[in-house]
C-alpha cells in the first residue's frame, strides 16, 4: 500500500510538472513581435501628411504596439512618433500612444 501512495504521489508531481511546461511553451507561442521599426513603413505617408491610415498600417501600429515607448526614446525615430500627424493615426487606428 506504501509503495502505490509513492507512486501515485511521483505520478500527481510528474503532472504537475508537464502541465506547467506545457502552459509555459504555449506563451511563448503568442509571444510579441519584434520591435523593428522598419515594419512601421506602411505608416509612412499617414505620418508625414494629413492622409487617412491604411489598414496595412493600423495592422503594422497594433504589431508595433509594445514597442512604442522604446521608439519615442530613440532620438532618430521620437519626433515622428510624438508628431501630430502619429498621433492622429494612432488614434484613427485605436492604437493609444504610452506616457513612457
Excluded: H
Excluded at 509571444?31 to 506602411?42: D, K, M, N
Amino acid at each position: 500500500m506504501l509503495m502505490m501512495k509513492k507512486n501515485t504521489s511521483y505520478l500527481v508531481t510528474f503532472a504537475a510538472v508537464a502541465l506547467f511546461a506545457m502552459m509555459m511553451m504555449g506563451n511563448m507561442s503568442v509571444s510579441r513581435a519584434a520591435c523593428v521599426a522598419t515594419e512601421l513603413q506602411p505608416c509612412l505617408g499617414a505620418i508625414t501628411s494629413p492622409t487617412p491610415p491604411t489598414a496595412l498600417c493600423c495592422t503594422k501600429l497594433k504589431q508595433q504596439q509594445s514597442c512604442l515607448c522604446q521608439y519615442v526614446k530613440d532620438p532618430n525615430l521620437g519626433k515622428y512618433v510624438n508628431s501630430p500627424n502619429a498621433k492622429k493615426m494612432a488614434q484613427k487606428c485605436g492604437v493609444p500612444i504610452p506616457k513612457c
